[in-house]
């Protein structure tokens, strides 16, 4: 019996982090989104999630290589908005242009990566709660 409730402490335990990062990502979010001037192109931070996604051109995202530059490219962050009713559903928005990567000053590239790191990290406990609630409207009708 006591196996099950240090199971179900170290859960409790590991939500309750979940929360807290949660909410410290979301300010230095909205700070970084301040500081990098999104906020010209997305006035609402609360829209910045009507997105689809947020990727980025110029520099890695993949874990192994994280925040590496891509020599010749240009440094820039795209949303993608959906459009069911569009005839091309995806469209690219640019949301920040900062020129060509290798001359972008570290400082101000690694904060362009840790935005979207912390827009996907938000993005995807968001995903999370939208599929638990689907699942709950499901195991209601039955």
């Known amino acids: ?59 890695s995202l993949a874990s192994e290589n994280l925040g590496e530059i891509k020599d010749g490219k240009y440094l820039q962050i795209l949303a993608i908005e ?19 990567v290798e001359n972008v000053d570290t400082k101000l590239k690694n904060k362009i990566v840790e935005f979207v790191i912390r827009y996907r990290f938000e993005k995807s406990f968001m995903t999370l709660e939208h599929y638990n609630d689907m699942l709950e409207i499901l195991t209601k009708n039955d």
């Open 82 to 100: 959906y459009d069911k009713e569009a005839v091309v559903k995806n469209k690219n928005i640019s949301l920040g242009y900062f020129g060509r």
């Open 1 to 59: 019996m006591s196996s099950a409730l240090d199971r179900l402490k170290k859960l409790t335990s590991k939500i309750s982090s979940y929360e807290t990062s949660r909410k410290e990502n979301l300010e230095i979010l909205k700070d970084l989104y301040r500081e990098i001037g999104i906020t010209k192109k997305v006035d609402d931070f609360v829209s910045l999630f009507d997105f689809k996604a947020i990727n980025l051109s110029g520099v």
